[in-house]
């Protein structure tokens, strides 16, 4: 930026601060002529509203920060639209869930920067979901990851392991803008980097971090500032299009047949892929910890009354009946955000979700006292013998698991020197 600014530049920033509490000013400024036609005076909009912004953490007014601002709001305006109608599908699940947790709400604009809340996003690197975690990662925080599920898919269980991972890099670093660079590049690269340096804050360490983790931050700090000036940027919700694309979430614990979903009801292959791109089979299998199914709230109901049948009466969908009539139902739970009004058995709950103002405060903690993401049970291995001219990637293409974890397993410090004869663990399919 340059630092010599226009007088107009200068009196447009006065304006603002001087109508920071009303927005009458801002407003006014923030026509379509004025950010084309003058890049100074956009730029000092933006800085003075970074000052004025409450954020998660600091919101330095710099280079970087100031072009993720305008890559949400300056650019491309129809897209920065469609990712805000996805923010009204997928922010108030995440709200209820981070509430559990304790966790401030402003991380949901995390998704913003990792996936534009496209639930089925997958990086070049092998993260996928909402929350773009890594096969490694999501098994670590007890997400299931194979051939047949891919759970970081799944918006609710994988908000789940995000928090949980937020809770315990939280536990170790005490600081949410390194918290968020350790969710980047590793908790493990930024310990080494505050072990090794007297400069214990991200500003102050970033030159130190890859250029992907220096923009991390101002990307996050670009994502909130995008929700919180919205409405200034002309860019309000079509309220019809919320409305229409409501998302109900249901856990279920009886096997669904998809095929059979899709002949006698009214949801399609389409839509349900669409919402439900964790499942890769036709095939939702029976399971006592239960899976999670998204629709929209309409095709929700059609689900449960399909579901209800199948599993109470085995009766066709159509035989006029209510939900009501099964009220010894024990085999849903229903989280609904938009219909608590939806007639339903007694034993499946509707949950309305509120605003939560969480007063988020953690005291410091010693590696020791960090809480560990829960783990299931080790699963049993098998083993695989080393033949001649085989590589781990052969291996790992045989057996049809990812390198990664056959690293992992055997924990490998030099893979590119195996040896013929080396046993090799390889953890068994779970069912």
Known sequence: MNKMKSIFSILIAVAC?????????????????????????????????????????????????????????????????????????YFPLIDKIFAEYELPNELKYLTIV???LVINAKSYAGAAGLWQLMPSTARLLNLRVDDKIDQRLDPVLSTHA??????????????WS???????????????????????????????LPRQTQLFVPAFIGATYFIEYSDEHEMILDVNHIESNRLTFAKIFKEVRLKDLYKKTNITPDVFKA???VYKRGLIPASPKGF??????????????????????????????????????????IISFCRPQITHPDNISIVQV?????????????????????????????????????????ISEIHQVELEDLISWNELTNPESLQVGTVLKIKAERL
Request: with cysteine.
């Open 178 to 208: 390194l918290v968020l660079a350790a969710y980047n590049c590793g908790e493990n690269r930024i310990k080494r980097l505050l072990q090794s340096s007297s400069k214990k804050d991200f500003w102050s360490l970033r030159s130190n």
């Open 275 to 277: 919402f439900n791109p």
């Open 354 to 394: 509120n605003e939560h103002s969480i007063a988020f405060q953690f005291s410091p903690k010693s590696i020791d006292e960090i809480p560990i993401p829960p783990m299931e049970p080790s699963a049993e291995f098998k083993y695989h013998i080393v033949g001649i001219r085989e590589s781990l990637f052969s």
């Open 17 to 89: 601060l001087q109508n920071a509490s009303s927005n009458s000013g801002v407003d006014s400024l923030l026509t379509k002529e004025n950010l084309a036609n003058n890049p100074a005076a956009f730029e000092d909009l933006i800085i003075t509203r970074l000052g004025l912004m409450q954020c998660l953490v600091f919101a330095k007014a710099e280079e970087d920060v100031i072009d993720q601002v305008k890559r949400f709001v300056g650019k491309n305006r129809n897209r920065a639209m469609e990712l805000l109608h996805r923010t009204e599908t």
């Open 114 to 116: 990792e996936s534009s």
């Open 162 to 175: 995000a928090a949980r991972y937020f809770k315990t890099l939280y536990g170790m670093f005490n600081d």
């Open 292 to 333: 999670y199914i998204s629709l929209p709230d309409s095709l929700m109901v059609e689900f449960i009354d399909y579901y209800t049948y199948r599993n109470n009466k085995n009766q066709s969908m159509s035989e006029v009946q209510t939900l009501m009539e099964f009220a010894t139902l024990s085999d849903a739970e």
